[in-house]
């Protein structure tokens, strides 16, 4: 007993050998037949995005409205299928089920299932907007994609200086969208100092829609000024996420706590960070 404890790779129990391969399957990208698993998963969720497009053409949907409605069903038997077998192979499935992407996946499926306990054409038009749930699959597609992963640890880490940054700007539109309120005024369309912040928000992004136009000199220097202003401060949020983006590089990627799938663990960690559970 105890040399077959021993010989155990993953330590664990032998009866929870068939969750164990399940998991691997499904969760890891680095085995084979995660790869494997990964590539056919984002196939039928391309084809099932397809499928919901020219569904939407009605051209097309006279024509071929039965065999979409046929496809519809077999993707949502599909991914049901996928949406279970996660939950049966990972240790707290009410945490993977209540995570983003487990309602993500329940999404992807639940409208097709919601349009048959509507009946009648009054629940016609409810119906059709349901329907409209299914893009959610474009989102399970993230998962699958280690540097989407990425973008997004990359993404919470930064928040707190793009917030700031967000503030630093929102106060700079506030002063230059009122300055020019007092320089241009109402007969140059800056009726208000909440327009001419309008003007100065499209200004500063540089947008420039064109429908407010300084008209004096010194209304048209201080254009200049937040137009160059602008281009100086585009690329300082794409800063803040590149440093943040090679920080959370030095991360593993593709190692998954089998317990409470949270990612993210350093390189030679050996157990999970939020749960303890042996990696």
Known sequence: MAASVKTNPQ??????????????????????????FDEILILAILLSIIVVM??????????YGDLF???????????TMEYFLRLICVGRPTRYATSFFGII???AILPTYLSLMLPGSQYLLVIRSLRLLRVFRVLKLAQYIGEADLLIKALRASRRKIT???????????ILGSLMYVIEGADSGFTSIPRSIYWAIITLTTVGYGDIVPETNLGQALASVIMIIGYSIIAVPTGIVTSEITYASRYSKGRVCHNCSFEGHDIDANYCKRCGAKL
Do not use: M, Q
Request: proline share 5%; glycine share 2%; no cysteine.
């Open 11 to 36: 330590n664990r129990p032998p009866e929870n050998n068939w969750r164990n391969s399940l998991y691997t399957i499904i969760f890891e990208a680095d085995t084979p037949a995660g790869k494997l």
């Open 54 to 63: 020219l569904d939407s053409v009605s051209s097309i949907a006279v024509r």
């Open 69 to 79: 409605y046929t496809l519809e069903w077999i993707f949502t038997i599909l991914f």
């Open 105 to 107: 996946d329940l999404l």
């Open 164 to 174: 700031l940054f967000l503030f630093t700007v929102l106060t700079l539109v506030v």
